[in-house]
């Protein structure tokens, strides 16, 4: 008789209405090791979220049919487990995001390392 061992890869929804935002943070997340499903709009974000059923969220302030800080902070209520780390163009949001509850909040264009740190303290990463 064997050992399994059992690997349970995290998934990573990103949620931005810009496609090259999207891209970027996919390939970032599959070098990383995640499965990531990148989505462009709440309703998109909505079936994402009841779909695959993700440990971690990354998601704009300005999202396609919704404020994304609204939006999260429901979804933090619903769903306490789910790590939400939100991003944004415009530097005004970042303190109203810190405001609403949100500590990883980061400005676009913003480091790859700082957000990787962030999101490791926040779910397992396989790298």
């Given at each position: ?109 913003f480091d790859l ?15």
């Amino acid at each position: 008789m064997g050992i399994w061992y059992f690997y349970v890869m995290t998934t990573l929804v990103v949620a931005d209405d810009d496609p090259a935002i999207r891209r970027l943070l996919t390939r970032w997340a599959g070098n990383l090791g995640l499965e990531c499903v990148a989505v462009g709009s709440a309703r998109s974000l909505r079936r994402a979220l009841d779909s695959c059923r993700p440990q971690a969220l990354i998601c704009d302030v300005n999202l396609a049919e919704a404020d994304g800080i609204v939006f999260c902070r429901e979804l933090a209520v619903r769903d306490p487990g789910l790590a939400i780390v939100m991003m944004t163009g415009d530097p005004g949001e970042v303190a109203r995001a810190r405001a609403a509850g949100f500590d990883h909040v980061f400005e676009k264009p913003f480091d790859l390392r700082m957000l990787e740190a962030a999101l490791r303290k926040l779910v397992p990463i396989g790298n």
